[in-house]
Structures are given as structure tokens and as C-alpha cells.
């Protein structure tokens, strides 16, 4: 008490100011280092969101030129004595092909040219036994890459990508695609969503650059996986985040990923002290504003001390509610000051957080779908259709309602596939999956079992006879004529029938029915069986 009334009141405001002040920078530091944490954080995320879009990007460009090879390899003749007619071919390809295309050939297994779009390869009378391409291509069923590579008749680098031929199960020659790598650089230059200065980089498995936003003609072609920047990891990891130093040297802040149709690695970073300067800014000028407002002096210490407290609060019960997890909540502080800005900076995380889990639910049920369904027809597949026969089961021996369970497959369907091929097949279950829905509830569950088999559950019927109707409908339905490729074929379906009885497994209730449905194929298919009914429990 002594000291305190010693002390002059030029002193107490000293003291006072004092005490004002260092909360206020300590407050400051703590902020600012938080921020910066969330804005590297939100900077990372926000790189790996564009290097998952670049990616995306990529496989659509790759894919292009995949669907291309799948064409070539499908049409062409890869016989020296057919060179001119393939050159024809070609040619009458050559306005609908990508804009990434350059060039396409044929060749034979022994690497002599059977056609081609550029002249000039053939004039250089070019053998590609030995070439990455030719060789890997021979050897795999899937599409192989040699790249960066600089053509042989124009000096530029390119991208050469290839697939085998295949007639009757031996490989007989292969087609190859050549893609300007200039156009994968027009790729990366059309990513705008970044912050000037940011760089982008495609590398191989093995570290080679194939395209760099930044310095193009000074790295592409060289092999980054001894350098600096952790590529070595990020092939390894294939997905992440990752700050430090790049190939380059300068720090960045990145996220990375790999490409889905090849194992190339799109990486995408921002220098850090882009990401960062914001939350410098926002430093340098709150401490100006500190000290502006220091300067007023006593009396506005208080006012201004309870202004900011009672917006701490409202900014503390804004945190809380989204907390507990209402990330629809705003803040309604007015932006301005600090806490203007830890609002602002508040309001962005959350719509941040929003919309991150918005895009994680999206992805789930993506998954989900593909996990459940039947890529070719889009029904359920077997793991849903058992999934949903075993809940049927249960509420069907809660309601006592009965239950039907049709097998079915279409008749002499491995001939159709063997005679007309598989893309008419596939378009034959196309079609009959449409029909078979055509033909039932909407409340009933059709699903693709296996191969041509398919089944349907049928809940909530009147009687049994229910089931034999809906059966009869399908076989009826069944019987039209289709068009598989360009070909009208006439099918017909074979059906099982059982109804479900109370206390049987569901592995027994399937095996009924399958049962069934090959007395139906016994007694001369094109028709449908009924399962004998069992006891009941």
C-alpha cells in the first residue's frame, strides 16, 4: 500500500498503460501465431484441393487419349501389306481427335511402321523395337508411356502412349499415340484458383518433370527424386500436405497427389511468405492500431477495455457454438479492428469446415454408391441385395407379410456374348435390367447377383400368387426382341421362385430359389419355377 501511495499519477497511468500494452502485443503474438498456423493449415488444403482438380484434369486428358488407343487397337489391320489402308483410316480419324494428339501409328510386333497420320515418320523409316513404349506396350494388357521424349521429325517433347493389338489372344501388333507435351503445359497454365507465384509440377514414379507452370524449359526432362523438396516421399505417401523447401529451393507450403490413370504426381505449392503475408499484414496493423489507441491515453483505456471484452465475448460464444458443432452459425460482429478480423477469420474457418465436411459426405456417398452398385446396369449389387434381403427377412417376420425372392437369368446369354461380343452383351443386361424394373414395384429390390443372374425381392405381397404373377409379367417381358450392338436378338428369361418362410436363414431362402430357377431351365427354360415351400418354424 506504501509503494502504491508513493507513486505518482504520472506513474499509475504508466503502470496502466504498461499493463494495457503487454496483454495487448502478448495478445497479438498468441493471434497472429494461431493465424498463421490456420492460414498454412487452410493454405495446404487449399494447394491439395487444386492439385486433386489438376489431377482430375489430367486423367480426363490421359483418358482421352486412352478411349483413342481402345479404338485404334479395336479397327486396325498391324500387317505391313495394309500400311496404305490404315494410312486411310487414320486420316479419316484425324478431325476428331483430341487437340492433344499429334500423330498416330501402327506397328508391327517387329516395330516396323503399318500406319501412320505424319509422313515423315516413315520417310525416317524408324524401327521402335527397342523403344520404352514398344516394349512395355507388348507386355502389358494396359496402356504404357514413355515420356518426356523429343520427336524425331519436329525437335519438340512429347508424350508417346501405347497399347497392344490383340486378335484371338495373341498380340499382334500395337497402336501409339503421340500427345504434345505443350498441351499438358496449357493445362497447368489455365489453373487460376492459386495465388500468383504458386507452382505447379507433374513428375513421374521414377522423378522425371514432365510439365513445370514455372521455368518450363529448364526442368522438364530432369530427374527431381534425388533433389530437395521430398518427391521421393510424396511418390511413396501419393497424397498429402507438405511444407519446407522445393526441387527449387524456396519455401513453400503444398499439397500433393497422384494422377489415377497414371502413377504421375501432381504437386502444387505457394511460396510461404505469399501465404503468410496476410496474417503479417494483419500483425503489422494491429500493432499500429494498439499503439494509435495507447495513445489516446487513461480515460479511453476503459471504454475501449470494455468494448473489446464484450466482443471477445460475443466472439467466445461465437467459438462455442461452433464448437459444439453448429458450423452453420456466423459470427455478427462487425469487421474492422481485431476482433473484427478473428471474426472474419472465424466466419472463413467455419465456411471452411462447412464446406470441407459438405465435400467429405459427398465423397462417402460416392463410394458408397460404387461400393453397392453394379457399374454396368446400376442396380444394387450383390453385397447390397443381401444386405437388403436380410432387413426384408426381419421386418417381414415382424409384419407376418409375405415374402417373394426371384432368381433370374437370361437364356443362352454366354451365346450372345460369344457370337455378337461383349459390348452387345453388355448393352443386352443393360436392357433387361431396364425391363426387370419396368416389370416390378417400386418398392422391390432388383439387383445384378452375378454375371447375367439377377434378383428381385418382392415384400409386402398380397398372397404368393403374387410372386407368380410378377414372374409371368417378366418372362412375358423377357420374350421381346432387343438390340444388342446392331444386331435384334430375341431372349428369353428362366425364373426361381420362392416365398419366404418364417425362421429360415436367408443363405437358405437364396438356395431355394436358385434351386428353383434351374428347374426352370430343366423343364425347358423361358418359363419360371415355383420352390417348394418348407416347414414352418
Not at 521421393?232 to 524456396?250: F, P, T
Request: glycine content about 8%.
Amino acid at each position: 500500500m506504501k509503494f502504491g501511495k508513493s507513486l505518482s499519477i504520472r506513474w499509475h497511468l504508466l503502470l496502466l498503460l504498461l499493463a494495457l500494452a503487454l496483454p495487448f502485443v502478448a495478445y497479438l503474438l498468441v493471434s497472429s501465431a494461431r493465424q498463421a498456423a490456420y492460414d498454412s493449415e487452410l493454405a495446404g488444403e487449399q494447394m491439395l484441393g487444386v492439385a486433386r482438380l489438376t489431377a482430375a484434369r489430367l486423367d480426363d486428358h490421359i483418358g482421352d487419349i486412352r478411349q483413342v488407343l481402345v479404338v485404334l487397337a479395336g479397327v486396325v489391320d498391324p500387317r505391313v501389306e495394309q500400311r496404305d489402308a490404315n494410312d486411310a483410316l487414320l486420316r479419316s480419324l484425324a478431325t476428331r481427335l483430341p487437340p492433344q494428339v499429334s500423330n498416330l501409328s501402327v506397328w508391327t510386333p517387329a516395330g516396323v511402321n503399318a500406319g501412320t497420320l505424319d509422313p515423315r515418320v516413315r520417310q525416317a523409316n524408324l524401327n521402335v523395337a527397342r523403344r520404352k513404349f514398344f516394349t512395355e506396350a507388348l507386355h502389358t494388357t494396359d496402356m504404357a508411356v514413355d515420356a518426356p521424349v523429343t520427336s524425331s521429325t519436329t525437335g519438340r517433347l512429347i508424350g508417346i502412349f501405347a497399347m497392344r493389338i490383340e486378335r484371338n489372344g495373341q498380340v499382334v501388333g500395337v497402336v501409339a499415340v503421340t500427345a504434345q507435351l505443350a498441351q499438358l503445359q496449357d493445362l497447368l497454365a489455365h489453373v487460376t484458383a492459386i495465388p500468383k507465384g504458386s507452382l505447379i509440377t507433374v513428375t513421374d514414379e521414377s522423378g522425371i518433370v514432365l510439365a513445370r507452370s514455372i521455368d518450363p524449359e529448364k526442368w522438364i526432362g530432369k530427374n527431381v527424386l534425388g533433389a530437395a523438396g521430398g518427391v521421393r516421399q510424396s511418390l511413396r505417401l501419393r497424397e498429402g500436405i507438405r511444407n519446407g523447401k522445393s526441387a527449387d529451393g524456396l519455401e513453400r507450403i503444398a499439397g500433393f497427389t497422384m494422377a489415377s490413370r497414371m502413377p504421375w504426381l501432381v504437386y502444387v505449392g505457394v511460396p510461404t511468405d505469399v501465404a503468410l503475408a496476410p496474417v503479417r499484414t494483419r500483425l503489422y496493423e494491429n500493432l499500429m492500431a494498439g499503439a494509435a489507441m495507447l495513445a489516446i491515453g487513461f480515460l479511453l483505456a476503459v471504454w475501449v477495455a470494455h468494448r473489446i471484452s464484450s466482443r471477445l465475448r460475443q466472439l467466445g460464444a461465437d467459438a462455442a457454438m461452433l464448437e459444439a458443432g453448429d458450423l452453420a452459425h456466423r459470427s455478427g460482429i462487425n469487421p474492422g479492428g481485431e476482433i473484427g478480423a478473428l471474426a472474419a477469420t472465424l466466419n472463413r474457418m467455419a465456411e471452411a469446415l462447412q464446406q470441407r465436411n459438405a465435400s467429405l459426405e459427398a465423397s462417402q456417398d460416392r463410394l458408397r454408391m460404387q461400393a453397392e452398385h453394379d457399374h454396368l446396369t446400376g442396380l444394387p449389387n450383390r453385397a447390397l441385395f443381401l444386405d437388403r434381403l436380410n432387413v426384408a427377412i426381419a421386418r417381414a417376420e415382424r409384419s407376418q407379410h409375405p415374402l417373394g425372392l426371384l432368381f433370374l437369368d437370361i437364356d443362352h446369354f454366354k451365346k450372345v456374348n460369344d457370337t455378337l461380343g461383349h459390348q452387345a452383351g453388355d448393352q443386352l443386361l443393360r436392357d433387361f435390367a431396364s425391363r426387370l424394373k419396368t416389370a416390378v414395384r417400386n418398392s422391390d429390390t432388383v439387383a445384378r447377383f452375378a454375371g447375367d443372374e439377377f434378383t428381385v425381392i418382392l415384400e409386402s405381397l398380397g398372397s404368393d400368387e403374387d410372386a407368380r404373377r410378377i414372374a409371368s409379367v417378366i418372362v412375358e417381358q423377357a420374350r421381346q426382341t432387343v438390340m444388342a450392338g446392331e444386331q435384334s436378338v430375341t431372349v428369353s428369361a428362366s425364373i426361381g421362385v420362392a416365398m419366404f418362410a418364417p425362421g429360415e436363414s436367408a443363405a437358405a431362402f437364396i438356395h431355394r430359389a436358385d434351386e428353383a430357377l434351374y428347374e426352370a431351365k430343366r423343364e425347358g427354360r423361358d418359363r419360371f419355377s415355383c420352390a417348394a415351400s418348407v416347414a414352418r418354424a
